[in-house]
T-cell receptor, first 112, second 108 residues
């Protein structure tokens, strides 16, 4: 298994543009998490899906952020419009039931 | 409030010296505690969890409920231990709360 797959690995965009980050969880895992990593705040949980359903989105910063999980093997995190303060590394992680989380390699987002 | 505190952003030690990465938590129930590690250019990965009570790569961590701490220790640091270390708490079935991380630098 290739583990959790994220794309793109790096994204540079200009303020105001739409950004879409993608994640493919490990096959068979029914929980998916999106995190944001910054120097100041460390790792913050943005949203949690269980069986493709959003369970907790209390960490989503504002309406500019949205996430979807149309099926068990794919999720997206969208930022529209993007702002410079959104620059961070975004991680996707998956797990099965109460097992530990497995992280993807992350997407480094830079908003100019 | 649920919180994980890692007071040190950066910890530098010499090779062969003991290492202790501090982690304190705040949680009203019985949490599960973890240490995750991120080596340079690699993905975040689980190092150890308190329920396993195991030693991984020479690291150990003991949950001290009285002091609400879960410090990570290693008696003799090695250069390959240089990485970013995150302490995490899981309360309930899914929600993980991570600390802000400590960067460990092991000097030759």
């Amino acid at each position: 298994d290739a583990g959790v797959i994220q794309s793109p690995r790096h994204e540079v965009t200009e303020m105001g543009q739409e950004v879409t980050l993608r994640c493919k969880p490990i096959s068979g895992h029914n929980s998916l998490f999106w995190y944001r990593q910054t120097m100041m705040r460390g790792l913050e949980l943005l949203i949690y899906f269980n069986n493709n359903v959003p369970i907790d989105d209390s960490g989503m910063p504002e309406d500019r952020f949205s996430a979807k999980m149309p099926n068990a093997s794919f999720s997206t995190l969208k930022i529209q419009p993007s702002e410079p303060r959104d620059s961070a590394v975004y991680f996707c992680a998956s797990s099965s039931r109460s097992d530990t989380q497995y992280f993807g390699p992350g997407t480094r987002l830079t908003v100019l | 409030a649920q919180r994980v505190t890692q007071p040190e952003k950066l910890l530098s030690v010499f090779k062969g010296a003991p290492v202790e990465l501090k982690c304190n938590y705040s949680y009203s129930g019985s949490p599960e505690l973890f240490w995750y590690v991120q080596y340079s250019r690699q993905r975040l990965q689980l190092l150890l969890r308190h329920i396993s009570r195991e030693s991984i790569k020479g690291f150990t961590a003991d949950l001290n409920k009285g002091e609400t701490s879960f410090h990570l220790k290693k008696p003799f640091a090695q250069e390959e231990d240089s990485a970013m270390y995150y302490c995490a708490l899981r309360g309930g079935t899914y929600k993980y709360i991570f600390g802000t991380g400590t960067r460990l630098k092991v000097l030759a």
